[in-house]
């Protein structure tokens, strides 16, 4: 699967490739010189080196894989098209006796043309598409988290406004302390609150992270008391690194908080080579539904918010991962985020 998510990264520069190769052999059997100096070939050549440049610039810009992928084959398919219109008209001209056209050079032409417009409209799809999956996702977090506020904020309100009269009718003081707690429970809901929705205005600033440097600097930013953390991992990948410390801390957060802190977590790698893992060794689910941890609102402890793992599920959605939860080895529980491909220290895809 690494393999297919490696030459989908490099697939419009398979297809530029055959462009330039194209015109280098029209060339070479018309007798020209390698580096091509025929007016005719002046087109494919530009397109072939817009359409690397296009592709690196797709990457850059967070496509996946599988899209770069479409693109391709909506130029791939714009080419054959354009060219079977083009080798129309030369017939037609062959037919009438008055071709004044080069017709290898039209066809390469034509078929140039039609990738790079193919491309482009496959591109342009594509990103419409994305954008409006965006704003779905934008609208049914929203429609969760109103649905979260209306009834859990409803719950530490009632038990703060109870505890605050029977203290004012009776002066004992741990009244208050109830108080006190109900509106820390208040205060994490809007802190999560705030993070979903500025989550869904926020725009991702792509570049390459290794997650092993990322994931150590976010332990140290969690109040993890006797909890240790095993980081086994050296991959490296594209993402925006705010919102990868935001999973991590979350992540580190709740393994910490559902196991009285006294555990080990570990980072380590899949063997499947597309993601990694972030498993504890403490209690586990515990008879909890694993497959409901991610829903707005869902929580099995007294105090958590139920956002905290739902956060966690949309910064790897904003990333075009995937995140499950399942057993772990030695019954915790393990996170596992896929879809993830591996990058070197330029940024560039490895080939698994």
């Known amino acids: ?49 817009g359409l690397s440049v296009f592709g690196h610039r797709l990457r850059a810009a967070g496509f996946r894989d599988r899209s770069i992928a479409a693109v391709a084959v909506g130029g791939a398919g714009g080419g054959v098209v354009f060219g079977l219109l083009v080798g129309w008209i030369l017939l037609i001209q062959t037919l009438d006796g008055d071709s004044l056209v080069e017709p290898f050079y039209t066809l390469l032409n034509g078929g140039a043309l039609g990738t790079v417009l193919g491309g482009v409209l496959v591109a342009g799809y594509v990103r419409l598409r994305r954008n409006q999956r965006t704003v779905e996702r934008q609208n049914a977090r929203l ?9 859990d904020l409803r719950n530490p309100l009632s038990v703060a406004y109870g505890h605050a009269e029977l203290s004012r009718e009776t002066g004992d003081p741990e009244h208050l302390d109830r108080v006190i707690d109900a509106l820390d429970r208040i205060d994490a809901l809007i802190d999560d609150s705030l993070t979903l929705t ?30 240790e953390l095993s980081v086994d991992l050296s991959l490296a990948v594209r993402a925006d690194r705010q919102k990868l410390k935001r999973l991590f801390e979350n992540l580190f957060r709740n393994a910490v908080e559902h196991n ?16 990694f893992h972030v498993t504890d060794d403490g209690r586990g689910f515990d008879g909890s539904d694993a497959g409901r941890l991610f829903e707005a609102g869902y929580t099995t402890g007294e105090t958590g918010t139920g956002l905290g793992l739902n956060i966690v599920r949309e910064l790897a959605e904003v990333h075009g991962w995937e995140v499950t939860a399942v057993d772990g080895p030695t019954g915790g529980a393990r996170f ?17």
């Open 260 to 275: 009285d802190g006294s555990v080990t977590v570990t980072v380590g790698p899949l063997d499947s080579g597309d993601g």
């Open 1 to 49: 699967m690494g393999e297919i998510r490696s030459l989908g990264r490099w697939s419009l520069d398979a297809v530029a490739v055959f462009l330039l190769a194209a015109t280098i052999g029209y060339a070479a059997a018309d007798g020209e010189t390698v580096v091509v100096d025929s007016a005719e070939a002046t087109l494919p050549l530009i397109c072939a080196v």
């Open 198 to 227: 500025r989550q869904a205005r926020a725009s991702v600033d792509i570049e390459t992270v290794r997650l092993a440097t990322v994931a150590e600097e976010c332990w140290r930013n969690v109040d993890t008391g006797d909890a």
């Open 143 to 151: 429609e969760r988290l109103a649905e979260v506020l209306s009834h």
């Open 336 to 352: 596992v985020i896929t879809g993830i491909a591996g990058v070197d220290a330029d940024g560039d895809a490895i080939l698994r």
